[in-house]
């Protein structure tokens, strides 16, 4: 899992953890597709949250672009497939360069497949996402010396156990401190 991931996932950890109405899980990547006779994945998250199905695809890059061919066109399809039975299907685009920038947005499958007509481009740009789309806060998250998954909410977390993750439903403070 790379980093990114990492992190979202971290996020679905905790949520799963203190939150009664959450489930989900990360999809693991190889899942067989037999049609296609290769192992590729669905895309990287669902779950269910507040009666709300969610399907997400993680994406990073650390220019200030995002090419639009390294979303495959199976994982465009499965996404697809998602919101036109009425749900939440999204690519969480992550631009991330040490020292420089660190953000992450969210961007509806239906933006990501008409951004080649309307907008004639063939990749995304941070000032596209800042215009277009909405942007997800970077929250903390800490971890006591066992490792039990502890939302840092004034306590005096040592740095050491101290990780960042993604308010991807752009929670509340109030309803992140659960």
């Known amino acids: 899992m790379e980093l990114f991931e990492s992190e979202v996932n971290l996020f679905v950890e905790y949520m799963i953890k203190y939150d009664r109405l959450f489930i989900g899980d990360r999809v693991r990547d190889a899942t067989y597709l037999a049609s296609a006779k290769q192992k590729a ?5 669902w ?3 507040n009666g709300t199905f969610y399907a ?11 090419p639009l061919s390294e979303i495959k066109s199976h994982q ?7 919101y036109k039975q009425g749900h939440v299907a999204e690519v969480l685009l ?3 360069a040490p020292r420089k920038w660190n953000r992450v947005f969210r961007a509806p499958i239906e933006y990501i ?3 080649p ?21 970077r929250v903390p998250i800490g971890y006591t010396p066992k490792g039990k998954i502890l939302y840092d909410k004034g306590q005096n977390v040592p740095r050491e156990y101290m990780k960042f993750s993604w308010n991807i439903l752009n929670l509340s403070e109030k309803e992140f401190q659960l």
């Open 47 to 49: 779950f269910l949250y």
């Open 76 to 82: 465009q399809d499965n996404l697809a497939r998602v």
């Open 56 to 66: 997400l695809e993680c994406k990073r890059t650390r220019a200030t672009s995002y």
């Open 117 to 137: 007509e309307s907008l004639k481009k063939k990749s995304i740009n941070i000032k596209d996402c800042e215009r277009d789309l909405v942007e997800v806060a």
């Open 94 to 96: 992550n631009f991330r």
């Open 113 to 115: 497949l008409r951004v």
């Open 41 to 45: 994945s669905l895309f990287d998250f």
